[in-house]
Each structure stands twice: as structure tokens, then as C-alpha cells.
């Protein structure tokens, strides 16, 4: 008899359930990775997906500005608080205080008091500032997620999104009789809603009517009649935030339509020829967060990308700045913050990483103040890992930051070859706090030819930031990750198609000989399975099929038909998160979203076959692989976190990652691809494996006599 490669693999899928680093992968209590505890599922819109895109994110650069109602300043988020500053650019002050993260600032008409949404203890609600007193006044108290609040014109009502009826809809909150009432609800998923002028009528996204791709088109609210009428049929992704002119006869709105997200203007009421969009902003990076000025002549908005005077590193030169435009486009202009006046007693802090050698090691790193809060670099990104709540964000070895008089906890990470290092420190007011951390590797797997890869990194998927193959490459770095596979992929439930400007059929060629970063494909069919493409020499296309209202609604072609075509031009291909979190057991499971995968595997024509992912349940698709192993099949455990490294909320690449035996010194991506297919790797998201038997190493056949 013998003893086939897969099950000389078996030990790395029973430690994966109990990693020595829990940091990522712990047990979920429910169907959905932590997160917002009240954010249900609602129609055609996943929780991960509406968790990751409609939320404020935390951001270390200004987001979300909102014009006063005399024109000079704007309020924006910066740092989790909310802040202003003079229209013209200088220093910004510091408004709220208080727990939590703010953000999403709204003044109100009479130019007394700032409505905000505040995310205290994984729920938001709307909190009105009384700029004179200083006053913060929670005015919503409930489990459920109430978002953008938006001031009627006469200062009476404050309009919110709220996710309180189980979907998302629209309640309006009044200031005298202090109580919230619904104005726009239905099982749709209503949205990002504004006011028309003082017409009591309302703008909203929302996925009422035919094929409504992503978040939904726009819609106008008719109080007078209690319905809604489509405005504009537009693909969205929870960044339309649709605003109202002043004058009520304009909106303008956020859309991907030309290949980035740019700010748009259509009429606030259809005519009998119909509705036409003007473009307003014409960038590679991405436009957001519109806001009108009060003679609605202007409007602000947040670009990403930094500013051009920003270098671009691990930890900085990712952010937002601030601009405003004219009504009728043109040139932007930035709004230049000069520095940041926090009205809380601050220090500041300079951290240095390095290796043994003293050279500076790219990391991961938490970083914690005196208020609980988590702080970061200027113009860096900082994103959070939902089944932990821990704020991160990566760094290429030096960074400094302001934070909070007080006691402050660092932590340092660095892939699963080093020792964690935390530290303890005190915050004085006004003062610099050196740190100099050191991190010791425990192991050096490369230099007994072994690397590590994940097979499944979406580098742009929809998110607040636009992530370069550099920007990969240092993400990688940070994580120890030697090999980046980036999936090129439509988002969920839209046609568009990101980073197909970074596919080359080959490596992208940069400087570090121990990190490759390769841009292959996620083909997603939404019946037979997702794949993994890799190694690519050309890309597959269509990129999805079986998506309805489109043009690739039919089921062809199938995966095995794929697959064979990526096996034609030398590359490999395998299943990627075939079962959701919630499907343990098989049987429960059904097939789902994993039709294909055991005619594929017997077939010979899937290479392999990711059972440890950040969207399935490990232990339920570890159950599906024993069980193609016992049919004969030879189909290789892997990983793919499928983490998307442009959203916020999301786990850093290389969470979940497979150890690759090539036996070389270098690291080659032909090599490193073939060992996989050939099952020479182990999956793990913590635990480093080695096994031997009879001097045979995973991946090998070892013969026996019978008896």
C-alpha cells in the first residue's frame, strides 16, 4: 500500500483550528468574523461586504469635510475625533473629545452645533456638538448602526441611516421632541440619504428595481405621495453618499462609471428626456465624501492617494487630503493643513524596528494610547481586524506619531519567523518618546528552502485607498510573505474589474530578491465556485459569469473549461474559500457555492484547493478535502486569505499563508508554483510544521509491505 502526499500534510490542518498566535483566526461565535455585532445580511448585500465599504473608516489623514454655513472652514475626521479649518487651509483645531471613533461631521444650518456618528464599543450612533459649551450630546441610544446624519434645512431634523429594522433604512430624528421615526424603509437596503431643499423629499441609494448591481442606483423620496421614483440607474459601492445642493435642484454623488471613483452631478428631478450625468473630476485616484458649500457654488470632497509632496512608504503617503472644485468642475484645489491643534495634552513618540543586524525591518504594528484609543502615522492607513477589533497598520521600520498624555502599549509583529516584541510607555506632555525595538527570528524557513505564499490577496477590492504593486510588495515585506499572489477580479455583484493596469504575465520586477509579487486572477462564477488562477501568462476572461442582468448571465464557462485553458499557457489553478464560516458540516453545507469542486479534483484538472481562508470554516472545508483524499484524489492543501488590502476592515495578507518546499536557495515563482501543485507545502496561520517519516517530507509517497 501507500501512504499518499496528502496525508503527510494532515497535522498542519488540525493545528490551524488553535494557531499559537490567535491574532486572526479565532473561533467565530457566529456566520461573520466579528465586526459590528448588529449588522445583519440584507438584500443581495453580505454583511462582510456592507461591514467593509459602508462604515467611516479610522483614518490617520482628513476625511469627510462639511462646508459651515458661513463658508470659511470645514469640519472633517481625522484620527477617529472630528476637527476644522479655515477653507483657505492652516492649522486645524480640534473639536470632540470623548470614547470612540467619530466621524462623518455635519453642520447644522444655524452654524451652532456639528452632528456627527460616533463608534463607541462596535456601535455607532449620532452625537450633536455644541460648539460653544463644547457639550457632546448623544441624541441616538440603540444596538443598531446609525450613520451620516444629514440637517434638515430648518435645523428641526436630523436625517440618518440606521440599520435598526435588520436592513438598512432611513429615520429622521427630531430636536424638539427628541425621538427617532422611520421615513424611508423597505427590505432594500436604503441608504446614504439627503434632503431636497426644504421640500421634506429625499435623495437615497437604494437596490429597488431590476438588476440593481452592487449597493444600488440613486432614488428620490416623494414625501407628499410616500414613494420612491428611480433617479439614476448606476452601479454603486456604499461610496455614492449622494448630496443636495442648497438649492435643491442639483445632487452630487460619487461613481466608479469611468474606472475610478469621481464626483458627478445629475438634476435632483428627472425631465421627460430623462437625466443626464456631468462629470466633475477627472483623476486616477479616487474622489469621496462630497459636500456643498452654502451658496452651493462649490464642493468639497477627499482624494486619495496622499499629496504630491508626500513620499509614498509602508506607513505613509496612503492618505487623504482635502479639495474643493467648482459646480462646474475644473481644477481642484487643495485645502492645505498646516498642523493639527489637538485640544487634549498630546506627546509624541519615535519608534525604530530593526533586525539583529540593526537594519530597519519592515512590521505590523498595534498601537495603543492612554484613552484605549488606537493611534497612527500621518497619511498612513490604519485598518482593524474584525474578529479581534485591534487597529494596525504596517510600517518599513521608523515611524513617529502624536498621541494622548499617558500610558501607551506598542506591539510589534512580523509574519509567524519572529518573536513578537510589546512595550509599555509613557506619553509626556510635549515631549518625544524614543523606542528602539529589536525583533528576534525563532526560525529562518527560506534558508532551508522553504517560502511562504498566499494564494488569494485582492489588492484593490472597492475600498478607501488604492493599493500599487509597491504598495503590495511593502505590505508583503512587513508581513514576511515571500510570495503575494494579487487576484485581478470583478467586485461582488458589479462589473467593474480592478488593477488589470498591474497584470504583466509575470512577476513585477523590484528590487528584493526574498518578496515576489505576482498579479494573477480570482475567476468567480457565482455557481460553480471561485477560482484561483495563478501563474499567468494571459488572463481569462469573462472574468465572472452568472450574474444576472448582465452580460455574463449564462453558466459558461464551466471550471473545468478554465481551468484547462490556465493549464495550457503553464499555470496552475485551484478552489479558493469554498465553504462559508457557518458550514462545518458537509451535509448542512450542501453543495453551495462549491459545485464543481469534487468533479474537478477527481478529474485531475484542479491543482489545489485553499482550506484555510478568513471566509470559510477550516475545519468544515478540511472535512470535504479528507473526504476527496479517500476517493483517490490528490488534490494539495492551501491558503488565501482572501484579504483585500485597499479596505480598512480587513486582516493583513499572508493571515492565512502555505509553506512551499522548493529546496532552493533562491526563490524562483516557477518553482515555488510547481512544489505547490505537487502538494510539497503545509497550511498554517501560526504554527511553523516539519515532518519526516522514514525520510520522506510532505508531499512525498513512502511505500510499505502489506502486513
Partial sequence: MKIFRHILCVSALLLIANPVSAQDTSEYPG????????????????????????????????????????????????????????????????????????????????????????????????????????????ITRDPYLDLRPRWSSDGSQILFTTARSGTFDLWAYNLEIETASPVVTSNQANTAGDWIGDSGDLVFVSR????????????????????????????????????VAPHGGAVAYITDASGSNDLYLVPSQKSARGIQPVRLTHTREDEYFPAWSPDGEQLAFARNGGTPDQERTADHGMGFALYTVSRGGGAARQVRIEDYAWSEPTGSVRVHVSSSNGEPLPSRIYLQGSDGRSYFPDSSFPRVVSVTEDYYFHTDGSFSVNMPVGEATLEVWRGFEYEPVKRTFDIQ???????????????????????????????????????????????????????ANGMIANYW???????????????????????????????????????????????????????????????????????????????????????????????????GGARELPVDAILGVADFVDVSCIWSDELGTAEIWYRLLNTGSRIPATAGTDAMSDIWRHPAVGTTRSYVYTGEEELDYDQWADAMAAGRAFVTSGPILSLDVSGKGMGEELEVSKG
Avoid: C
Avoid at 449597493?215 to 461610496?239: F, H, I, K, P
Avoid at 524614543?434 to 490577496?457: K, L
Fill in 493 to 591: 455583484g458589479n462589473s467593474r474589474v480592478e488593477d488589470l493596469e498591474h497584470f504583466l504575465g509575470h512577476p513585477h520586477p523590484h528590487d528584493d530578491s526574498e518578496t515576489i509579487v505576482y498579479y494573477n486572477e480570482e475567476y468567480r462564477p457565482s455557481y460553480f465556485a471561485h477560482l484561483s488562477l495563478l501563474n499567468l501568462v494571459e488572463l481569462i476572461t469573462p472574468f465572472y459569469i452568472g450574474s444576472v442582468g448582465t452580460a455574463h448571465q449564462s453558466l459558461y464557462p464551466d471550471n473545468a473549461t478554465v481551468l484547462r485553458q490556465v493549464h495550457e499557457q503553464g499555470g496552475i489553478g485551484g478552489y479558493v474559500h469554498p465553504f462559508g464560516l457557518n458550514h462545518r458540516d458537509p451535509e448542512a453545507a450542501g453543495p
Fill in 429 to 483: 506632555p510635549g515631549e518625544w518618546t524614543s523606542i528602539e525595538v529589536e525583533m528576534n527570528r525563532w526560525i529562518d524557513m527560506a534558508s532551508e528552502g522553504w517560502y511562504s505564499g498566499d494564494n488569494h490577496i485582492h489588492p484593490n477590492y472597492g475600498g478607501h485607498y488604492f493599493v500599487q504593486p509597491m504598495d503590495l510588495r511593502n505590505k508583503a515585506q512587513a508581513e514576511d510573505l515571500n510570495v
Fill in 208 to 243: 429597488r428595481g431590476e438588476a440593481a448591481l452592487g449597493s444600488g442606483s440613486l432614488w428620490r423620496w416623494s414625501s407628499s405621495m410616500s414613494r420612491a421614483e428611480l433617479l439614476l440607474r448606476v452601479e454603486t459601492n456604499y461610496q455614492a453618499a449622494p448630496v
Fill in 31 to 138: 456566520p461573520f468574523p466579528g465586526g459590528y455585532p448588529s449588522l445583519n445580511t440584507s438584500a443581495g448585500s453580505g454583511k462582510m461586504y456592507m461591514e467593509s465599504y459602508f462604515p467611516p473608516p479610522v483614518t490617520a489623514s482628513p476625511t469627510y469635510p462639511s462646508w459651515s454655513p458661513d463658508g470659511e472652514s470645514l469640519a472633517f475626521a481625522y484620527q477617529g475625533r472630528i476637527w476644522v479649518v479655515p477653507v483657505e487651509g492652516g492649522v486645524a483645531r480640534q473639536l470632540t473629545t470623548g470614547p470612540g471613533y467619530h466621524s462623518q461631521p455635519t453642520w447644522s444650518p444655524d452654524g451652532q452645533s456639528v452632528a456627527y456618528a460616533a463608534d463607541v464599543d462596535l456601535n455607532f450612533d449620532i452625537y450633536v456638538l455644541d460648539l460653544a459649551s463644547g457639550v457632546e450630546r448623544r
